[in-house]
């Protein structure tokens, strides 16, 4: 979804941050977004706070709330997903085959449950 608004908005970002590349992604405050991000999915505390206060001193509450929000949906959504072996449907197999790829996604164990784009039904 990134890659697509991101194109639609004329605007290119590296998508490689999200495995740890040291890049703002193109997205304004990336650094400090993916670094927060990776602290709440981390658990650790420590890093969350400080966090937390680096991102609030650029955004907004409302930016905030929205960062906040988007972190513990994708994690609920995702979660939810793998635990129950949902693979993706086919239109998003077709989609997401090149992001997947560069991304190196089929690493993690879940995706044994995303089908090859020929197989997808």
Do not use: C, K, W, Y
């Amino acid at each position: 979804m990134l890659r697509a608004s991101s194109e639609a908005n004329g605007v290119a970002v590296d998508l490689a941050a999200v495995n740890g590349a040291a890049s703002d992604a193109g997205v304004a405050h990336g650094t400090r977004l993916v670094a927060f991000t990776d602290a709440v999915m981390r658990g650790d505390e420590a890093a969350i706070s400080r966090e937390r206060a680096a991102l609030r001193a650029v955004l907004s509450p409302e930016q905030f709330v929205d960062v906040a929000a988007v972190i513990g949906a994708f994690n609920v959504v995702d979660r939810v997903a793998d635990a129950t072996g949902i693979p993706l449907d086919a239109i998003m197999v077709t989609m997401s085959t090149a992001v997947r790829r560069e991304l190196n996604l089929a690493r993690f164990a879940s995706a044994a449950n995303t089908p090859a784009a020929g197989d997808a039904a």
